[in-house]
């Protein structure tokens, strides 16, 4: 029986530590081109982020405006803003207000 002065040896049953022995077979580290190249022949995707086509915008715009459409509408949309060179909203602002023009009066 212990006293609380007294530290038990956790080791004291084991006299004889030769066979303890450090492991030599520690594995080399691949190389970057190694795991590139083995990700690749497996089809991992790049974890690079893709390239977004839009811009980022300071321009007053603070409403949320969130739609459901077609596929083909979408890519006109992102076509437009691409060829003009604006942000999405005001490309948003440019339909509405040309659709105004066209047909002021609205349906009741």
Known sequence: MTTGDERINSFAE???????KPKNDVKKKPTKS?????????????????????????????????????????EDFYALVDLLGVPLGAVFEMA?????????KPKK
């Open 14 to 20: 084991i006299s004889d530590l030769s066979d303890l």
């Open 34 to 74: 190694e795991v590139n190249k083995l990700a690749t022949d497996a089809g991992f995707p790049s974890r690079q982020a893709p390239i977004d086509r839009r811009k980022l915008y300071r321009t007053g715009r603070n409403i949320q405006l969130n739609i459901k459409v077609t596929s083909k509408a979408n």
């Open 96 to 104: 509405v207000d040309a659709l105004k023009a066209t047909n002021p």
